[in-house]
């Protein structure tokens, strides 16, 4: 069978990868232009068909993957070249052919499963979720795009490709988000992710052209291949590059010219400008504010981009570039500290928040901040295994979110309420399979142990601990040897934090009373239900409603079985265990994956006496999870959440800071859309003075004066037209009849030896006659071109050229050189500006 | 077989016998009063024809030209070598896309009149002529064909005024033009003695008796203004928007495209193969500033005054002549990367082919008869009332602001990339600044479409139907598509062609 599929699908042409593809696209297609014909059966039928086909592919392509031969150094890459796209011109005019090719080995096709798999789940409870929306084959149709932009994204055989979906993943999330865009704030919070994206995007096209130029390519063999490129140590400041200021600018010069030509490795720019890409998708400081925007969009979407998939993009891309990002610590360092200050700071935003969604959207944030600590201290597998397994536990705490919301919508339909924690609580009796999965993805995320997060974070904050980064030579700048520890002990305290907040999250929802209304055993809607009488600010009495009901099976059925993945999925990595009993039949992914990571892995070692450290410190993931949890418990179910309500009667002012997210947003909007706005308004009053006062009116005028002027000569306009291509003709044949005395200075040779030689443009029936300004003048017109001049130590001399013409008209040109032999003796003005020359080849010299 | 001369230049032939025959079809032909108008046959009859003429030019292509022992015979009157035979396959493109268009909109605006399909017809036999001219006299003769046809293509409506006013300026402005070209070339011919150009370029190249220096570089003056005329090259722009806007629209397309086209492959002949010394080529009296000059009026003047239009089709028609400039841009990167810079131009023409000519199919679909599409208030709203129609325009404007993946983003990045190759980063930065100016017009077709709502009362366009327009525009879509996300078959078919020449 497997031989069958293997001769069928050779690894150079994998052209299994087309049908993964495709389907989604052909999905997204049908849905999109016929889906409103279809009706809804036949869109349910299209969308969650095609991503069935594609998860199947995917499974068929991880096997052939895991079956394909491979060393311990070299992955299997099974690859298939779509078409030639197009070529770029690399450094010194090399070629850099750019194809559209694909391909897939251990970590993409890990990553393709769980794009698919959770894809396809998250598409069956849309249609349970979605079903009474008007706009269902609209949301499927962005819905089988986005997995599409996904698959494209992971299975891009080069950069270029991955930014294609990329920037695809990112208008599926804008459209997505902005789902319902008649409300004014969804669509603002859709344009808010697109712009945040659109600054983290520049960085990866900066990028992109510094390894089309360093590199000469963009395909991951190659660049992986490039490594010596990469460690070159480039000079990106000196002061040469600021030769040309002009005279007036001299002290701005002076102000920064460094001492010293400030100089990089190639390899931590490339890195350091991806990982501005990274912070744009996956949501770090100081981009992260558009994740908790992104909420406004249906839960579904939360659940599947906004925390499955597209935000850990960014950590797919990084442990993609593992071979650039391993070879600069500083790089390294930069991730991993990023990654820990936003995993301690987005847990403290969720301390506060009461919207259910938000306490999620920031605990995404935070985890993804745990994610590039594991792939900052050099622990990718690690890092990569922590979201697999986020994408099933928060895939499934959103879905579980959703279905809360779902049942809540019975009589509250007013978004913020329906939402509100406070608004909760008790639901475990009606929804008894939200409620069980919802705990068990809460005890993942908190990392409980033997659970599917407990053995991923534990993994990546023990290789924090004891992980450094080795330099390839001395001179490389690194982070000081306590810097793992450090990144080590804020994990630890965000992960104390997250299993509280996640714990408060699940005791307001599921335990107490329930506060959303009083409950009415068989209660009738009232006739006139619709949305507007329902809101609970325009009433004064309690609001009455039926028994919350649990969601249908559609919805029910993908909860179970992420919460089941949530649960075990740990077994599958779950390193300490495979250490005390080594299976063979059962490998470690970690194993699966280390091919991949083999030129990065060079880099990375462990500090002696690590191995004694795992089972201490595994305790300590524990003991952590359990004092989150049992916090949370004494907090709101022993006291009833008492300490909390202290806690904000003491300080106030520190609560309501969190509540309002630190005010980050509101900081951003005082700095940097306050410097945009005054640009703005700087550029709108030169538009209204300039372009509108001086340009159009001059534009106007000039129309006005002209058709005055015709008026007046009674002339039809096509003797206009007749006059304008005499004047055109006119000004060709003047341009031609006038003599252009220009030459080329060939001044290399002028320090050493004192020459400067000089050739003077050709042209029909040119004569030229050289001459050295002081001496005798020659008499004669010759056809000789070239001249040259000698010049002692700093002597200056003024050639001249003179040049007639087929009509006998003569130009004149005067080119004064000086031989600097030592700094200053030549007057600097006397210098002809070196600038035309770089701009055109040559140098112009004016008509006399 | 295939050393006769007929197999040499078979695509020229099935293109004019194509359209002697449906004259005659027409002339003879018998119709009931109440059948539909010629258009129901001769369009679908034309764009077979034209389609025939573009598979036998990529026959020839495929058996290659070396291997035509017939063509020596016509040579050097019409020459057969891979840049002829790319222009005949990008005329006939884009005389088959006029002619299905031409098919909807004649009996939609009461036109239909069955001339127009062979003056359509023997215009690109013209045009294909000229594009094949290796002498002055056959350049001329291809220029003349074509050029009538087209005069009369615009004079179509003969009952609008402004239609024939606008057939009787680009005529006589045409014919000022071809006295200069032709005065050029008497002039060329006194001092070389030859009327082939590869002949004329090889005396040049041998040098001139000193006395005739100043008469040829008279003859280049005049040559390049009425070179300058044909593409439309600001000043010598003056005819084209108010005859863009009076012909017909299929003719306009056609005008836009395939005129166009062929009038830069004569540029790039005449340039090349007569004036393609060091000499010519020199900054001092050679045609690159020249040129160079042409370029930067063309783009500047061009999108400023483009901006500044009500009607979209006139805002079309100064796009185009936007276009040329680009396309100047890399004609005067030829002396330096003559390869790549040459094979860029001729992609470009190809990509602009397909998303002009889809731009006016769409704005023809826009309107029916009395219901038009002129104005930008006449399309407010059109991508709420006919999300279709809107959605294919949009695509067209975008492929022509030079957006990726269409096919106008890849012509812009070749003539770019081609013309820093070749040092001028002062035009390539002036191109890109002009395709941001561009942008703003074509994107406010957009802001019509889909972000306004039209006044109360005003017209509004309603979308006509018309099976042969539609064909039209998925051709072009299909092309525009294929070309932005597969650029490198066809562009190294036109850098083929381009080396072909040299």
């Known amino acids: 069978m497997l031989s069958q599929l293997t001769s069928q699908f050779p690894a150079n042409d994998f052209t299994l990868l087309a049908a993964v593809l495709l389907l989604p696209l052909i999905g997204a297609f049908v849905c999109g232009i016929f889906g409103k014909r279809l009706g809804k059966e036949g869109v349910r039928l299209m969308a969650l068909s095609a991503v069935f086909g594609s998860f199947i592919a995917s499974v068929v392509t991880f096997i052939m993957v895991a079956a394909a031969p491979h060393t311990a150094t070299k992955a299997a890459r099974l690859s298939w070249k779509a078409w030639h796209w197009f070529d770029v011109t690399g450094r010194g005019r090399s070629v850099v052919p750019i194809d559209v090719s694909f391909s897939v080995d251990a970590l993409s096709a890990t990553m393709m499963l769980i794009v698919t798999g959770v894809g396809f789940l998250i598409h069956l409870y849309s249609t349970g979720y979605m079903a009474k929306d008007e706009g269902f084959y609209r949301f499927f149709a962005y819905l089988n795009l986005f997995i599409f932009s996904m698959l494209v994204l992971i299975l891009g055989d080069n950069l270029l490709v991955l930014f294609v979906g990329w920037e695809g993943v990112g208008l599926c999330s804008y459209l997505l988000i902005g789902f319902w865009f008649d409300d004014e704030k969804k669509a603002a919070a859709g344009k808010k992710a697109f712009i945040a994206n659109r600054i983290g995007d520049f960085g990866l096209l900066v990028a992109m052209a510094m390894l089309v130029y360093y590199a000469g390519t963009l395909s991951w063999d190659g660049l992986e291949a490039a490594q010596s490129a990469m460690a070159e140590q480039r000079t990106v400041w000196s002061a040469s590059y600021l030769r040309e200021f002009p005279d007036w600018l001299v002290w701005l010069r002076d102000l920064v010219t460094p001492e010293q030509p400030v100089r990089m490795m190639v390899a931590t720019m490339v890195a350091l400008a991806l990982f501005i890409g990274c912070i744009g998708k996956s949501a770090q400081i100081p981009l992260f504010v558009w994740l908790p925007d992104a909420m406004a969009g249906p839960t579904p979407v939360s659940a599947l981009i906004h925390a499955a998939t597209m935000v850990t993009a960014g950590i797919y891309l990084v442990c993609r570039t593992s071979f650039i990002f391993a070879l600069s610590p500083l790089a390294m360092a930069v991730v991993a500290g990023t990654g820990a200050l936003t995993a301690l700071f987005a847990a403290s935003i969720a301390f506060a928040q009461t919207d259910l969604k938000k306490v999620l959207a920031y605990s995404t944030v935070s985890q993804l901040g745990f994610m590039f600590i594991g792939v900052g201290v050099g622990a990718f597998a690690a890092g990569f295994f922590h979201v697999i397994t986020h994408a099933f536990f928060k895939g499934c705490l959103f879905l579980c979110a959703g279905s809360v919301i779902h049942a809540m919508h019975a009589r509250v339909h007013d978004e913020t309420a329906s939402q509100d924690m406070r608004n909760m609580g008790g639901l475990r009796k009606y929804m008894p399979i939200t409620h069980m999965t919802f705990l068990v993805s809460c005890l993942a995320i908190a990392g409980f142990p033997l659970t599917s997060g407990f053995w991923s974070k534990d993994e990546l904050l023990f290789k924090a601990f004891t992980n450094t980064i080795v330099p390839l030579n001395p001179n490389i700048i690194t982070p000081p040897l306590w810097y793992g520890q450090m990144i080590y002990a804020i994990g630890i305290v965000a992960a104390v934090g997250t299993a509280f907040y996640m714990f408060r999250a699940y005791f307001m929802t599921f335990h107490g009373d329930f506060r959303g209304w009083s409950i009415v055993a068989g209660f009738k809607p009232p006739a006139h239900d619709d949305h507007h009488d329902d809101d609970h600010a325009d009433h004064d009495e309690p609001l009455e409603g039926p028994v919350p009901h649990e969601s249908p099976r559609s919805m029910t059925v993908p909860l179970i079985i992420l919460a089941f993945f949530a649960a075990i999925g740990g077994f599958v990595y779950a390193e300490p265990l495979h250490q005390v009993w080594p299976l063979e039949m059962f490998v470690s992914l970690e194993h699966f994956w280390s091919p991949v990571f083999a030129t990065a892995s060079k880099f990375v070692t462990t500090r002696p006496g690590s191995e004694a450290m795992m089972w201490p410190l595994l305790g300590v993931g524990a003991g952590v999870s359990l004092f989150g949890i049992g916090a949370a418990y004494w907090v709101y179910i022993v006291q009833k959440g008492e300490p909390a309500k202290a806690f904000v009667a003491r300080a106030g002012g520190l609560h309501r800071l969190v509540l309002d997210k630190w005010r980050i947003d509101e900081l951003y909007d005082a700095t940097i859309l306050g410097l945009i706005d005054a640009m703005g308004d700087i550029a709108a009053q030169c538009d209204r003075w300039i372009v509108d006062g001086i340009i159009a009116k001059l534009t106007s005028g000039v129309v006005k004066v002209t058709g005055h002027a015709l008026r007046l000569l009674h002339t039809g306009r096509v003797q206009v037209y007749a006059a304008s291509m005499v004047v055109g003709t006119a000004v060709i044949g003047w341009y031609v009849f006038t003599p252009h005395a220009e030459a080329t200075i060939d001044a290399r040779r002028v320090r050493p030896q004192g020459q400067v030689r000089f050739e003077a443009a050709a042209g029909h029936g040119y004569r030229y006659r050289w001459h050295i300004d002081g001496e005798t003048v020659p008499d004669i017109f010759s056809g000789r071109r070239n001249f040259s001049m000698q010049l002692e130590r700093c002597e200056q001399k003024t050639a001249v050229l003179t040049i007639k013409n087929a009509f006998d008209r003569e130009a004149v040109t005067t080119y004064t050189q000086c031989r600097e032999s030592k700094p200053g003796c030549c007057k600097p003005t006397d210098t002809p500006a070196p600038k035309k020359e770089a701009l055109l080849g040559r140098v112009d010299g004016g008509v006399r | ?502």
């Not at chain 2, 390049?224 to 009076?246: C, R």
């Not at chain 2, 404007?397 to 812009?412: E, H, N």
């Open chain 2, 1 to 502: 077989m295939s050393d006769s001369v007929f197999f040499a230049i078979a695509p020229l032939l099935v293109v004019s016998l194509g359209g002697l025959l449906l004259m005659m079809t027409e002339v003879f032909a018998t119709r009931r009063a109440d059948a539909d108008g010629p258009s129901s046959d001769l369009a679908m009859g034309t764009f077979i024809t034209m389609l025939a003429g573009a598979i036998t030019a990529f026959a020839l292509w495929l058996v290659g030209p070396d291997n035509l022992a017939g063509a020596k015979a016509v040579a050097p009157y019409l020459l057969v070598d891979r840049f002829t035979l790319f222009f005949d396959m990008v005329l006939c493109l884009g005389g088959g896309i006029a002619a299905l268009l031409a098919g909807g909109y004649l009996p939609e605006h009461k036109l239909d009149r069955g001339e127009f399909y062979p003056l359509l017809i023997f215009s690109t036999a013209g045009a294909m002529v000229l594009a094949s001219a290796g002498d002055l006299l056959s350049l001329f003769i291809g220029l003349e064909t074509m050029s009538l046809g087209v005069y009369a293509m615009v004079g179509f409506r003969r009952g609008s005024m402004r239609s024939t006013e606008a057939a009787i300026k680009y005529f006589l402005l045409g014919s000022f033009a071809a006295a200069l070209l032709m005065y050029g070339g008497a002039l060329l011919y006194g001092v070389t003695g030859k009327t082939a150009l590869a002949g004329i370029g090889a005396a040049i190249r041998a040098g001139v008796s000193s006395t005739d220096w100043g008469i040829l570089l008279l003859s280049m003056v005049l040559i390049l203004a009425g070179l300058a005329f044909k593409v439309s090259a600001v000043p010598f722009h003056m005819w084209t928007p108010d005859a863009y806007e009076g012909a017909p629209t299929p003719a306009t397309s056609f005008m836009a495209v395939a005129v166009k086209s062929a009038a830069f492959a004569m540029m790039l002949r005449v340039l090349i193969s007569v004036f393609g010394d060091p000499l010519s080529t020199s900054w001092g009296t050679g045609w690159p500033p020249v040129v160079a000059l042409l370029a930067v009026l063309t783009m500047t003047v061009a999108n400023l005054v483009a901006g500044r239009q009500s009607s979209v089709k006139r805002m079309l028609a100064y796009s185009s002549v936007a276009h040329a400039g680009y396309v100047l841009v890399g004609v005067v990167a030829l002396v330096e990367e003559p390869g790549t810079a040459q094979g860029s131009i001729m992609f470009y023409l190809l990509s602009y082919t397909v998303s002009t000519a889809g731009a006016f199919g769409a704005l023809i679909l826009c309107g029916s008869r009395g219901k038009e599409a002129v104005s930008y208030e006449d399309l407010a709203g059109l991508g709420k009332r006919h999300p279709a129609v809107a959605l294919i325009f949009s695509f067209f404007l975008l492929s022509l602001a030079g957006m990726p993946p269409t096919a106008g983003f890849f012509g812009k990045l070749y003539i770019v990339s081609s013309s820093i190759g070749a040092g001028l980063h002062t035009l390539a930065v002036l191109l890109v600044l002009n395709s941001v100016l561009a942008a703003y017009y074509y994107l406010r077709v957009m802001e019509y479409m889909y972000m306004r709502e039209p006044a109360a009362g005003a017209p509004i366009a309603v979308p006509m139907r018309s099976g042969y327009v539609r064909a039209a525009l998925a051709i072009c879509a299909v092309a525009v598509l294929v070309l932005g996300l597969w650029p490198t078959s066809s562009l190294s078919m036109a850098i083929d062609a381009a080396l072909a020449l040299r």
